[in-house]
């Protein structure tokens, strides 16, 4: 009998729990979060979740999240959108309720798995997720496995300090908004037909992404860089300048110019990474 597992995507508006096998999603259900509930009543929601993805060949359940946490406790130490969790460790609960081993990590982290185990990052033992949107997040995979560091807080790209604040501010959506006070949809329709200035953003953006890209490589020098998110969707301007920066600007080309650059390729990779959680601690 094949082995399958469970991921689950909490997030604060929906609960999303797919069925997968080692190479594909089976099966996906979502539920309300309704994340304003004391925690014990969103807990119900996550195992409803669940009940509609399981079956007897599942040997194992992996959750992604928002938010700092403990992930060998399941303790969240710090989330914004769903305040009860605050404090709530949620992988032993689900462990116990199932009677299966279950693992739990930050969603970017997820994000970096997923791509990793069933996208763009199959390939790569060691690779670096980027999630480029409002925000910026990252995920740092090692031999095919997330390097969490000290209470899960490695892989926090977008906290980088950057010209005199943080990477986030200028390496992701917020550049279009704080700077540009538009969005970055209304700048590549503008883009794309050709205006200058809209395409000087995209440049600017680009090069701004590229710097942290080299900062990252001197530490990790990683086989690749997956980037996804919402700004990823540009990629067909911003590819060019990111690949030029790293091959030109890093002080050892012999290495930077054998990082690959790829787009991610899944929807909702995190959701993904859950699953590969299973797969990842428990081959």
Wanted: hydrophobic letters at 40%; glycine letters at 12%.
């Amino acid at each position: 009998m094949s082995k399958l597992y469970i991921g689950v995507d909490i997030g604060g508006t929906s609960i999303v729990a797919a069925r997968f096998s080692e190479n594909e999603m089976l099966e996906k259900k979502e539920v309300s979060t309704g994340a304003d509930r004391p925690a014990e009543q969103i807990m119900e929601s996550l195992y409803e979740a669940i009940e509609l993805v399981k079956t007897d060949e599942v040997v194992g359940i992996g959750i992604g999240m928002p938010g700092f946490m403990n992930v060998e406790s399941g303790e969240i130490l710090q989330i914004n959108n769903i305040p009860s969790f605050n404090g709530f460790a949620i992988k032993p609960r689900v462990a116990e309720r199932f009677n299966m081993p279950a693992f739990q990590n930050n969603d970017a982290n997820c994000f970096a798995l997923g791509e990793t185990y069933y996208g763009a990052g199959k390939n790569y033992n060691n690779l670096v997720g980027v999630t480029l949107g409002t925000g910026l997040g990252g995920g740092i995979i090692l031999d095919r496995k997330i390097h969490t560091g000290l209470m899960g807080g490695a892989g926090e790209l977008g906290c980088v300090p950057f010209h005199g604040g943080i990477s986030e501010d200028i390496c992701s959506a917020a550049l279009f908004k704080n700077k540009y006070q538009t969005t970055g949809t209304e700048l590549y329709k503008k883009a794309k037909s050709g205006d200058q200035e809209a395409l000087a953003v995209f440049d600017e953006l680009a090069h701004n992404i590229g710097e942290l890209l080299r900062m990252v490589t001197y530490v990790l020098a990683p086989e690749a860089f997956v980037i996804g998110g919402s700004v990823a969707n540009s990629w067909d301007l911003i590819e060019k300048t990111l690949r030029e920066d790293l091959d030109t600007k890093f002080l050892a080309p012999m290495i930077s110019k054998k990082v690959d650059l790829v787009r991610a390729e899944l929807d909702n990779a995190g959701l993904y990474g859950a699953a590969a959680l299973c797969i990842s601690q428990m081959s």
